[in-house]
């Protein structure tokens, strides 16, 4: 069922379900070793165009489809996952494959161990075909940041698929995986997932581990699924979701059975509109496409509701502040000593740290070094990083007021749909301002789940969010669901 | 968006301290362009001024907010002071750019 569908040409493919795929694998139809292999040869064909894979871990991959196909021969019972090709975005880490953050500061460097999320996926029976491209330690909203290249978005080629996990969202969309893990701190999974039409889940702040994760801003930093399908992305976040001890934030509240949940009614369930998410600069035919779903919601029995979240327009400025304050710290350890590279001109320790660094770090990078340190900076600390904290504080408290009246809110994704490389990339300015309507979720630590909502009309993908409260996972997928429903997915 | 009061102009000077602060050895051509773009960011982030936040209490964390509110028992748990095996000294050393197997090594710190 699926080799006919692996050797066509076509770029854009939706990759079969984790459900179909499993089921062959589990009856002898399929052998998770063939599969690893058609994947690694639609990766061979597409790869050179889209650049999404910036390693392959094929030896691990194909000793771990083995251990699948054995005991699927004698009919012993298998993982969640047992055999489902998925990709690892490359700031997550896998032992002894090369670990970059889509740095060169990381060029070469192979980490001794697994993240958690790594580990989950492949006690599940997941099979891991590689690391993905990524903006440079996922700063950035188009994937342009990284020192390996940009991905380019297989639905268009000419334009990006969305950032900083573009190459996850890519690698779904080209059907270069099943499913793939991405990172999320200000929109970093929903935009592109959005971009490239396919489904990402931001999890709840604490719902998924973070041990093994290149940090970037640790009170925003999520790990979540892509995948090509509602269903898919909720079976996955089932997998790597839950408490790990490696993790201090991680919480010990139990995980959701939200594949099961994803199927719900969504009959009498309020979904809030908040205004302020369709104001100026969103795009009409983006507008269009989530009036579109919106009206799917309510023509399934969902009740709409208008509410306003009027510090939105804040987001923005507080959040570039809260997570270039913390990328400041947070990579102040790449400095030539213990992993990564050392600049062969150094002359001492001081000028050792100043030129590794220098060399090492692309400019988007050090410009949020920068930016983080001077707003934390003697003078400024009361300005800036203060001022942004306790605005976030605000935007947390009109979030939980919001959801005690509606169980959740629907917003577009992105203001516009992908756009061409090389469109924003001398202005940072403009492209922070793609991440408009995702950095909200982030500052407040909730959930939610983009899901395509309609095209525009050139074909591009249009993305709807769908946020609920802290730990409301099961009620997001559903609603995403029903969107995804009604255009008989 | 209006830059209100307090917003800065950033001069050349201080990017360059900033860049000190953050270890960075910018290259001379680098930092007319930083200059420009801090510039840009922090006049639109002058904004949050609108907005007044005498009473509100920075929030760093969103583990705070959880455990105040209805979902209790996640989060922010202090792990137990136990010895717990860690990764092996070989393998990490390996990917050090210098090493004596034992301690990683760097050029002279204080120079003659």
Redesign the interface.
């Known amino acids: 069922m699926m080799g006919t569908d692996l050797t066509t040409e076509t770029l854009v493919e939706k990759p079969a379900t984790i459900a179909t795929l499993r089921e062959g694998i589990a009856a002898g139809a399929i052998l998770a070793t063939e599969l690893a292999e058609q994947y690694y040869a639609r990766i061979a064909a597409h790869n050179p165009l889209l650049n999404v894979y910036l390693s392959l871990t094929k030896e691990r991959a194909l000793e771990q489809a083995a251990r699948v196909d054995a005991p699927a021969a004698k009919g012993e019972e298998l993982g969640p996952l047992a055999g489902i090709p998925v990709g690892i975005k490359d700031v997550l880490v896998m032992q002894g494959a090369p670990a970059t953050a889509g740095s060169a500061i990381l060029k070469g460097?192979?980490?001794?161990?697994d993240a958690t999320a790594v580990s989950r996926l492949e006690a599940a029976g997941a099979v891991l075909l590689g690391k993905i491209n990524c903006d440079e330690f996922a700063m950035g909203s188009s994937n342009e940041n990284s020192a390996y290249g940009p991905v380019r978005n297989p639905i268009d080629t000419e334009r990006v698929p969305g950032g900083s996990s573009g190459g996850s969202a890519a690698a779904v969309a080209a059907n270069l995986a099943v499913a793939t893990l991405g990172t999320d701190t200000g929109g970093s999974i929903r935009q592109p997932a959005s971009f490239c039409g396919v489904v990402g889940v931001l999890p709840t702040?604490?719902r998924v581990p973070r041990f093994g994760l290149i940090a970037f801003a640790s009170?925003l930093d999520r790990v979540g699924p892509f995948a090509g399908n509602v269903h898919d992305a909720a079976q996955v976040l089932e997998v790597i979701a839950g408490?790990d001890?490696n993790d201090?934030?991680?919480?010990?509240?139990p995980v959701g059975d939200y594949a099961d949940q994803s199927e719900k009614d969504v009959k009498g369930l309020r979904i809030g509109i908040p205004e302020e998410y369709f104001g100026e600069g969103l795009d009409s035919e983006v507008r269009k496409a989530v009036e579109t779903g919106i009206a799917s919601l309510e023509a399934a029995g969902c009740v709409i509701k208008r509410i306003s979240l009027k510090?939105t327009?804040?987001a923005?400025?507080?959040y570039?502040?809260v997570a270039t304050a913390e990328a400041?710290a947070n990579l102040?350890r790449f400095?030539?000593?213990?992993?990564?590279?050392?600049s062969s001109k150094?002359?001492?320790?001081s000028?050792?740290?100043?030129?590794s660094?220098?060399e090492g770090?692309g400019?988007e990078v050090?410009?949020r070094?920068?930016?983080g340190?001077?707003a934390l900076?003697a003078g400024?600390y009361d300005?800036?990083y203060?001022?942004?904290?306790?605005?976030?504080?605000?935007l947390?408290e009109e979030f939980?007021a919001a959801f005690a009246g509606v169980d959740a809110i629907v917003t577009p994704t992105a203001p516009t749909a992908a756009f061409k490389l090389g469109e924003k990339t001398d202005d940072?300015?403009a492209m922070?301002l793609a991440d408009i309507y995702t950095v909200t979720a982030s500052l407040?630590?909730i959930c939610g789940v983009t899901v395509p909502c309609g095209v525009t009309s050139s074909g591009l993908p249009v993305g709807m969010q769908v946020l609920a409260a802290?730990?409301g996972e099961g009620t997001a997928f559903r609603v995403a669901r029903a969107v995804e429903a009604a255009q008989s997915v | 968006m209006g830059a209100s009061a307090v917003s800065v102009q950033v001069s050349l000077e201080e990017v360059e301290r900033v860049a000190e602060l953050a270890n960075l050895d910018l290259e001379a051509e680098e930092k007319p362009r930083m200059q420009r773009d801090l510039n840009a960011i922090l006049d639109y982030v002058a904004q949050l001024n609108e907005l007044d936040t005498a009473n509100v209490e920075p929030m760093s964390q969103v583990s705070e907010l959880l455990n105040a509110g209805a979902d209790t028992g996640h989060g922010i748990a202090l792990r137990q002071d136990a010895l717990r095996p860690s990764l092996e000294r070989a393998l990490v050393m390996e990917e050090a750019p210098e090493t004596d197997g034992a301690f990683f090594k760097t050029p002279k710190v204080i120079e003659r």
Do not use: C
């Open positions: 460097y192979e980490p001794p161990y702040y604490g009170s408490f001890a201090a934030t991680s919480s010990q509240l510090h327009k804040y923005i400025p507080a570039y502040l400041s102040a400095d030539g000593v213990r992993y990564g590279h050392r150094a002359t001492n320790l000028s050792m740290y100043r030129l660094r220098e770090f400019p050090k410009r070094i920068l930016l340190t001077y900076s400024y300005a800036y203060k001022k942004a904290q306790q605005v976030r504080r605000l947390a939980l940072p300015l922070y407040a630590g802290h730990f």
